[in-house]
C-alpha cells in the first residue's frame, strides 16, 4: 500500500516555503474531505512534524514531539485521524471512508514511532484496493476494476483457459469455412438455372437433363451443407460441455480455497450463480456466438470481394447505411453494458434472496412470515421483472430501428437492379445472384446490432468468473510446507488481529499451552474467543506475532496437514445431507464400520443412532434437522473424534441443550479430551472447572489465566462471571 505520494506541483511549492532546514518527508497521504466538503489535500509527515496542505494553503502544522494516543474514528461515510496534542484530543484531518481507511490505520502505527523518536519507516505490502484510474474499489482480494478492465486482457485470460479444448472449438470455424464456400457457389447454379433455361427460349434436346442436373447440384450442395452443420453443432456442443466441466470445476476448487474472510462476504446464492448461469453465458458465446461470429465475418468479405466483382456501382449501395449504424452502437456501448450490468446485479440479489430464505426455512416458519418472505420476494422479482423488461425494451426498440436503416442498402440495391433490369443492362438471373450475394453481406451487418448485446452479456458473466478464479486467497501454504505430526504444544506470542487492519479484535495475546492440556478460553460475549480459535485453525493469519505448535510456525505448515489434526465440535452444527454413516467418516472417508461405531459409542451416539428407522444408513435430511440438537451435537463428536485428533477445538458445544443431553455430551467430550491438547469455549462456565488452564479474555487482550482455583482467588473477571452465573442459575430454582 502506497505510503508517500507525490506532491502536486503547488502543494510541493507550499510544502517547500514552510518545511524546516534539514527535514525529510517519510510519509505523504492524501486525506479528502474538510469542513464538510469534498476536497484533494496532503498529509505531510516528517522526522518532526505534520503539514497539513490543502492545494495553496498550509492548513496546520503539529510537532509530533507534543502529539500521541494516534487513532482512526469510523463514523458515518466519513472518518477522523486523531491524536492527543499535549493531551487534548485533535482532530488532524478526515477522509472518505473506504479508500483511504487501510492507510491511515497504517499511519496510527507509523506516527507512534515517530513520534517516539523512532525514525524506522513503516512498510505496508498490502495491495491497494482501489482503482488509480477510476477510483472505485477493486473486486475484493484482487486488482480487478470492474469498469476499467481491458476487454483485451479479457479475451487474453479466456484463450488461456481453452487450453486443451482449442480443437474442438477451432474444428467447427474449419466447418463453417467450408459450408460458406458452399454457400456462394450455389447462387451460381441459381444464375445459370435462371438465364439459360427457365428465361431463355431456345431450348436444346438435352434442356431437362441439363436443368435436372443443375437441380441435383443444388440440392447436394444443400444437403452437404447441412450435414456440415449438424458435424458443427456437435462437436460445439461436445466443446461446451467439456469447458463448462473444467470452468464448473474450476471455480469450486478455487472457492475451496478461497479464505474464510472472503467466503463470509459472499452469498451462496452469489456463488452458486456464477457456477451455474455465469458459466453458461460464457459458454455460449465460446462455442455457439463466436463461430457465427466468424462466420458472418467470411461470409461478409467473400460477399463483399463477388459484389466488387460483379458490380462495382451497386456494392456502393451497402454502405451507405454503414457509418450512421456503426456510430450508434459505438456511442450507446457504454449504455448497453451498464443495462446489462444492472440486470445482472438484480438476477444475483434474487440468488441470495431465495438461498437465505430456503436454507432458513425453519425459522420463517417458526415466526409464521411465509407471507412476508412471499411478498419480499415479490417485491424482488418485480425489480429484476422491471430491470430486465427495461433492458429487453431498450434492445428490442433500439436494434429493429439499426437493422432497418441497414436493410435500407438492400432496397436501394434491389431498385437499382430493377432499373438495369428493365434497360436491358442486366438479366434475371444476374440479378438474382447480386441480390443473393448482398443478402449474405446484410446478414452479419444486421448482426452488428446484436453484437453490443451480446458482448455485454458475455464480458459481464466473464468478468464474474474471472473475479472468482483471480483472487488471491489470504491465507496460503508456504513454498515448501512442512507435513509434521503434531504432540501439542501450543505457543500463542504477541498475536495482534483484526477482520479489518484499523479495528483489531485480539491485541497483545501471549500464551503458552503444553501437550495435553485442556485450556478454557472465556470472556464477554465479543471479547475474541472464537477469533481465537479460528486463528489457531488457520483460518485467518496474524497482523502482527506468531501461533507455533511444537514450534513449528503455523504458516511454515501444510494447512492440509494441520487441520487433518485438529478435530473441531461447534455449537451451529453443521450435517451434510446424506446417511449418518457418511456424516461420521466425513473427517476419514475410509474409516471402516468398526472405526465408526466406535466413534459412535465414544461420543454417546451409538444407541439413539440403532433406535433410528434406519440405523447409521439413517438419512439425517437437510443440515440435518431430523434429528434433535443434542442428536446432531454427538454425531459431530463421533466426526471430531474418528480421525484421532491432536488438538480438539470445542466452541460452545454444550450451549442451549437440556440437562440430561448436556450430561450425555459432557461424558462424551471428556473421553475426547484425554491425551489430547484442548481448547475450549463455554457458555456455562461450570463445565469448564477441570479444565487445566482457563484464559480469561476482555476486550480482545488477556486479563487472567489460571486454574479454575486461582481465578476465582483473585476476585477479578473470572470470578464475577461465575458468580453472575451462579446467581442468574439459583433466580431459576426460585
Known sequence: ?????????????????????????????????????????????????????????????YELSHLSGFTVDVMLGVCGFYAKNDGVSTLLCQFISGRNLARYSVMVA????????????????????????????FVKNTQICPFCQSKTEVYKKLFAMTKGLRFMMIFPLIVTAVALMIRFIVPFFQKTAINEYITNSGRSDDYMTHFLLIIAAIVTFD????????????????????????????????????????????????????ISSDVVVVQDFITNQLPNYFSYLLSFIVALILLLCLNPLMCLFVFVPMPFVIFVIIKLRGHFHMKIMHRWRKRQKINRYLQDVISGIRVVKSFGNEEREIDSYVESNEEYFDRDMDTCMYFDTLFPVLSFVLKLGSFMILGFGNYLLFGGGLL?????????????????????????????NFITSLSKVLEILEEEPEIYDANIPKHNKIK??????????????????????????????????????????????????????????????????????????????????????????????????????????????????????HDFIMNLPEGYNTMVGEKGFSLSGGERQRIAIARALIHDPRILILDEATAALDTETEKLIQDAINKMTEGRTTFAIAHRLSTLRNADKILVLDHGRVKEYGTHVELLEKKGIYYKLVMAQAQAALGEKQ
Open 223 to 274: 444437403l452437404i451443407s447441412r450435414i456440415l452443420n449438424v458435424i458443427k453443432s456437435r462437436l460445439s456442443a461436445i466443446a461446451g460441455n467439456r469447458f463448462i466441466r473444467m470452468m464448473r470445476t474450476l471455480l469450486f476448487e478455487k472457492i475451496q480455497m478461497l479464505s474464510m474472510s472472503s467466503i463470509s462476504q459472499k452469498s451462496a446464492g452469489d456463488l452458486m450463480g456464477r
Open 488 to 605: 501439542g504444544d501450543v505457543s500463542i506470542k504477541n498475536v495482534y488481529f483484526g477482520y479489518d487492519s484499523y479495528n483489531p479484535v485480539l491485541k497483545d495475546v501471549s500464551v503458552e499451552i503444553k501437550q495435553g492440556e485442556m485450556i478454557g478460553i472465556v470472556g464477554h460475549s465479543g471479547c475474541g474467543k472464537t477469533t481465537l480459535i479460528n486463528m489457531l485453525m488457520r483460518l485467518y493469519d496474524p497482523n502482527e506475532g506468531s501461533i507455533t505448535i511444537d514450534g513449528i510456525d503455523l504458516r511454515d505448515m501444510s494447512q492440509e496437514s494441520l487441520r487433518s489434526q485438529i478435530g473441531v465440535v461447534l455449537q451451529e452444527t453443521h450435517l451434510f445431507a446424506g446417511s449418518v454413516r457418511d456424516n461420521i467418516r466425513y473427517a476419514k472417508p475410509y474409516a471402516t464400520n468398526e472405526e465408526i461405531i466406535a466413534a459412535a459409542r465414544t461420543a454417546n451416539a
Open 1 to 61: 500500500m502506497k505510503l508517500l505520494f507525490e506532491l502536486p506541483e503547488i502543494e510541493s511549492i507550499v510544502l517547500k516555503n514552510n518545511i524546516g532546514e534539514g527535514e525529510r518527508v517519510l510519509y505523504c497521504v492524501p486525506f479528502d474531505f474538510h469542513e464538510e466538503k469534498r476536497v484533494s489535500g496532503y498529509m505531510v509527515f516528517t522526522e518532526k512534524k505534520i503539514y497539513k496542505i490543502l492545494v495553496t494553503d498550509l492548513l496546520a502544522t
Open 428 to 456: 434475371v438471373g444476374d440479378l438474382n445472384q447480386y441480390t443473393t450475394y448482398a443478402n449474405i453481406a446484410y446478414e452479419p451487418l444486421m448482426q452488428i446490432t446484436q453484437i453490443p448485446r451480446v458482448l455485454s
Open 110 to 137: 507509523a506516527c507512534e514511532r515517530l513520534a517516539s523518536g523512532d525514525l524506522q519507516l513503516v512498510e505496508s505490502n498490502e495491495p491497494e484496493s482501489y482503482c488509480p484510474k477510476c477510483g472505485r474499489p
